[in-house]
Every structure is written in C-alpha cells, then in structure tokens.
C-alpha cells in the first residue's frame, strides 16, 4: 500500500488549495478514505472522510463549510478542497486508508 500526498504550500489566509492523494496497492474503490492533519505540538485530527462510492462526506465543525473532500475511482486519486484558509489550518496533511498513511504535505498558512 503506497499513498503520496502532494498539493501542499504557502498561501495567505483566504486563499485556497487542492492537495491530492495517489494510491496504489489496493483496490482503492472499495475503501472509505480520510484526511488528516498534524499541526506543530498538537495531535493528529481528522479533517475530511469519504465513503467508497464518494456519494458521502462528512467534516469536523472545524473546516466544515470550507473544505470538500472528493475522490476519482478511476485515477485512484483523494482530493481535498480548501478554501478561506486560516492561520490555524496550518499543519501537515495526511491521507489515511485504515492504519496507511502518506508522508504528508505541508501546509502553511501566513495572517
């Protein structure tokens, strides 16, 4: 199981970005997918989950309204949509498929 996340960077607070998740290894379209963050001196949290078929979604309080999470099946590719980013969105991001996880991208956000 290999999952590469890549899309991250330096944005101003408002601005947006699309990270991105390629998978291999297993049959990426019969499982649920997650989107995690890591940010300096706290734990990990989740931030965006999506079921195998895509048709549903679900986020915590925090980024709900400002984050979309999305999945091609056919490109074996999770996508996350961030858009009004905040300072405190500023962390590493990670996709999860059970106990796999990518090496992260990261993200930084500049007030």
């Known amino acids: 199981v290999q999952l590469v996340e890549s899309g991250g960077g330096l944005v101003h607070a408002g601005g947006s970005l699309r990270l991105s998740c390629a998978a291999s290894g297993f049959q990426f379209s019969s499982y649920q997918m997650w989107w995690y963050r890591q940010a300096p001196g706290k734990e990990r949290e989740w931030v965006a989950?999506?079921?195998?078929?895509?048709?549903?979604?679900q986020y915590p309080a925090s980024v709900k309204g400002r984050f979309t999470i999305s999945r091609d099946n056919a490109k074996n590719t999770v996508y996350l949509q961030m858009n009004s980013l905040r300072s405190e969105d500023t962390a590493v991001y990670y996709c999860n498929r059970v106990d796999n996880w990518g090496q992260g991208t990261q993200v930084t956000v500049s007030s």
């Open positions: 989950f999506i079921n195998p078929s895509g048709t549903v979604t």
